[in-house]
T-cell receptor
């Protein structure tokens, strides 16, 4: 069974800080997703990656397939980045089933 | 934004009553999923569909059934709601296996 673990569970940062959220998984996967959920809000897909690194604005996601580990980085953090960040892995071949981590609650203080 | 809507967005019902949540998409995506989100748990898969009339169970499917009679609609039914089914339910869609996911805004269900 694939387990997805995120760390830290909670993170408080000051505006402008560089932030890293980690995700580890236990079995081989076909893709890894990073999602964002604002309090009381819907869920938005930030990245989907199967190797290497992706960048979108101030967000960077990396994955190391051999180590079964992914990181989400936020540069020059801003209070609007405050949200829950969720890692999820895809397995199950054609059915695209996902296993989700429990999320990292990020609070960026001005 | 992906065209995916859930209804109702909020519902309060009593134990033992049937409840149906609807997920409607305008993207013609093949894959549709129902998840529930509870404090202390990650999103957990209830049921999913990989095509019209093709559905399968997820990890927490007991007490739930689904139907997909056309591409755009995926219905989640609680035949006899229980308090343990109080949760926020999210529908998601994807065009490809392993492809990007698009989520609905969620449906908050309270079973008294």
């Amino acid at each position: 069974k694939n387990e997805v673990e995120q760390s830290p569970q909670n993170l408080t940062a000051q505006e402008g800080e560089f932030i890293t959220i980690n995700c580890s998984y236990s079995v081989g996967i076909s893709a890894l997703h990073w999602l964002q959920q604002h309090p009381g809000g819907g869920i938005v897909s930030l990245f989907m990656l199967s190797s290497g690194k992706k960048k979108h604005g101030r967000l960077i996601a990396t994955i190391n397939i051999q180590e079964k580990h992914s990181s989400l980085h936020i540069t020059a953090s801003h209070p609007r980045d405050s949200a829950v960040y969720i890692c999820a892995t895809t397995y199950g071949g054609a059915t695209n089933k996902l296993i989700f981590g429990t999320g990292t609650l990020l609070a960026v203080q001005p | 934004d992906a065209g995916i809507t859930q209804s109702p967005r909020h519902k309060v019902t009593e134990t033992g009553t049937p409840v149906t949540l609807r997920c409607h998409q305008t993207e013609n995506h093949r894959y549709m999923y129902w998840y529930r989100q509870d404090p202390g748990h990650g999103l957990r898969l209830i049921h999913y569909s990989y095509g019209v009339k093709d559905t399968d169970k997820g990890e927490v499917s007991d007490g739930y059934s689904v139907s997909r009679s056309k591409t755009e609609d995926f219905l989640l039914t609680l035949e006899s709601a229980t308090s343990s089914q109080t949760s926020v339910y999210f529908c998601a869609i994807a065009g490809l296996a392993g492809g990007e996911l698009f989520f609905g805004e969620g449906s908050r269900l309270t079973v008294l």
